[in-house]
């Protein structure tokens, strides 16, 4: 009895590490698969593309966001498409399709939206494939694929 | 979050093998009175106070303290049951370095200067090899130890930290504006030609420093350090050849000048020739895995003893004996992952320097843990290194927990959005 039970409390030890570095690898690989999942853009009807290097920004960035029926931009939760850029408003600006086209609004922003250089105040305006819009600290390209 | 289950599960799996742990040492032993029972619910107390910072506030990366979580109880109980007092310490060590860990992290988090202090990591290592060259003593072969106040540290493990700040620095900076009189320097620094030559100078200071300590082992590390930023970052063939070159002349040196290194080959070549002398060392340790086979003799039937500086260096011989060849294979593995966690923190965050500095500390890690298993195992000749979070040692423990914690902070910049989503 005093030979055996160390033994098995040593095996049970091994055993617990091994079951720890079971759950911890099977942890790292859930978090892969969900971060390959995002990175899947499927086939959207407009999206925007990321102009600036992603080697000058701080903080978290996709090189791309695909665009739906109503998507806020800023750094506030309410927001669809959400960047911590500083500069942002937390509800910065606000893009929207009516019918089979994209237009883009300024949401009382601090620091304005820019769209090919000129701000864009409080009028609403239509995009066009190409487009670059100004927002923070970032540069993002308007892109409708032609299905 | 649907894995809510799996997140409290690794704690649970930490706390069982501290208990264990507890279990075997006073079976077998008797070695659990109150203070070392005290201690260890200390440590699980750092563990769970810090586990769950971690998990309650965005602060990043919740494998890497998990993963040196069980290194580090393993270390304890192995050192508990080798020598009770180096275990306490250890404890303490430990709950040091956990404190060190977060606060690092937030630090580095928050501080945007990191990358342009470049001139300050070099001044301070440099000055760190000089204090140590002058108030320093040896021990073990190596005069590397610096005494300040009641503690004895090594000035080279923080070095190891300058090394790849400085490393990361050099290959990633970007200089703008360079001044009127010095354009020329200034423009040669920003080529790939003199940012390689920067980097090799810096190195090869450094290892001249360390192999005046004569601490052999600490200077392979800083030069495979060097050989890894090269590979990534050099892009240059004519290096590569050249440390070769250079590399293979210091050892040529080394082992027809250098007793200290005839012994070293002599004892890897031929360890049984001299069992009881120069070889005595490594064949107690292999005797020691061998006598553990698979399974092992169970935590507190072996007899490490046998084993000189069995609780620092040669702490894996003593687990292989205790937990068989399948412990020593599962502390392995848990390097293995925290080696793959600060790759995959370098390869997502999105700043070329933290890439850089991820990296270098995945390299740093890994790399020790192959000198000194390599070593103890006789895969590799033998050198007097740590094993990361196990082996016994205040300087090593804290030291590596500040590059986690660097480490972390990284990871923490790059989640603050992704985990909110």
């Keep these: 009895m005093q030979e055996i039970l160390p033994k098995i409390l040593t095996y049970l030890f091994v055993i617990v590490v091994y079951a720890f570095i079971y759950t911890i690898i099977r942890m790292i690989f859930l978090d892969i698969r969900t971060m390959a999942r ?9 999206y925007l593309k990321l102009m600036n290097l992603k080697t000058d920004i701080d903080f978290s960035v996709n090189e791309s966001y695909e665009l739906e029926k109503d998507n806020l931009i800023g750094r506030g939760p309410k927001c669809r498409i959400r960047i911590a850029d500083p500069a942002l408003s937390s509800t910065h600006c606000r893009i929207y399709k009516a019918e089979d086209t994209f237009f883009i609004e300024d949401n009382d922003s601090a620091n304005g939206t820019l769209l090919n250089g000129e701000n864009i105040a409080d009028e609403v305006v239509e995009l066009i494939d190409g487009d670059k819009i100004s927002i923070g600290s970032l540069m993002f390209m308007f892109v409708r694929p032609e299905n | 979050m649907k894995n809510d289950n799996y997140i409290v599960r690794p704690l649970i799996c930490i706390l069982l093998v501290v208990l264990l742990g507890g279990v075997l040492l006073s079976l077998n032993m008797g070695k659990v009175n109150s203070d070392t029972a005290l201690l260890l619910g ?50 303490i060590w430990f709950s040091v370095g956990a404190g060190l860990f977060l606060i690092t992290s937030i630090v580095y988090r928050f501080g945007k200067f990191w990358n342009k202090l470049n001139k300050l990591y070099v001044t301070g290592g440099v000055m760190l090899f000089l204090i140590t060259a002058l108030f320093g003593y040896s021990s073990g072969g190596a005069k590397s130890w610096l005494r300040l106040g009641g503690f004895s540290f090594q000035p080279s493990e923080l070095i190891k930290i300058l090394f790849i700040l400085t490393l990361a620095g050099v290959f990633t900076n970007e200089y703008k504006k360079p001044k009127e009189k010095d354009v020329k320097i200034k423009t040669f620094y920003n080529t790939k030609l003199g940012r390689n030559c920067a980097a090799t100078v810096v190195c090869y200071t450094f290892l001249l420093f360390l192999l005046l300590q004569r601490d052999w082992g600490t200077a392979v590390l800083f030069f495979a350090i060097y050989i890894a930023y090269m590979a990534v970052y050099g892009e240059d063939k004519r290096f590569l050849l050249l440390n070769g070159v250079a590399a293979v002349l210091v050892s040529i040196m080394g082992i027809s000048f250098m007793n200290h290194i005839q012994v070293r080959i002599e004892t890897w070549l031929r360890p049984f020739q001299d069992v009881a002398g120069k070889g005595y060392q490594i064949t107690q340790s292999l005797f020691a895995i061998g006598e553990g086979s698979f399974t092992g003799r169970g ?11 069995v609780h620092s260096d040669f702490i894996f011989s003593a687990i292989c004996e205790e937990m068989g060849i399948l412990g020593g294979l599962a502390v392995l593995m848990l390097y293995f992952v925290l080696v793959y966690r600060a790759f995959k923190i370098s390869l997502s965050t999105n700043n070329e320097f933290n890439k850089a500095v991820a990296m270098g500390i995945g390299v740093m890690i890994g790399v020790q843990t192959f000198i000194i298993i390599g070593g103890v195992i006789k895969f590799i000749p033998l050198t007097g290194i740590t094993l990361p979070f196990i082996s016994y040692g205040g300087s090593s423990m804290v030291v590596t927990f500040l590059s986690l914690g660097i480490l972390q902070g990284i990871s923490a910049r790059r989640r603050e959005i992704e985990d909110e989503i």
């Design chain 2, 299 to 309: 935590i507190g039937a072996g007899s490490p003893y046998y084993i000189p500086e």
């Design chain 1, 38 to 46: 995002k990175k899947n853009i499927t086939q959207a009807e407009g």
């Design chain 2, 42 to 91: 200390g440590m699980c107390l750092t563990l769970a106070v810090v586990y769950a910072l971690l998990r309650f506030f965005p602060l990043g990366d919740h494998y890497i303290f998990m993963i040196t979580a069980m290194l580090g109880v393993i270390g304890v109980i192995m050192l508990l049951r080798l020598q009770t007092g180096h275990g306490q310490k250890q404890v």
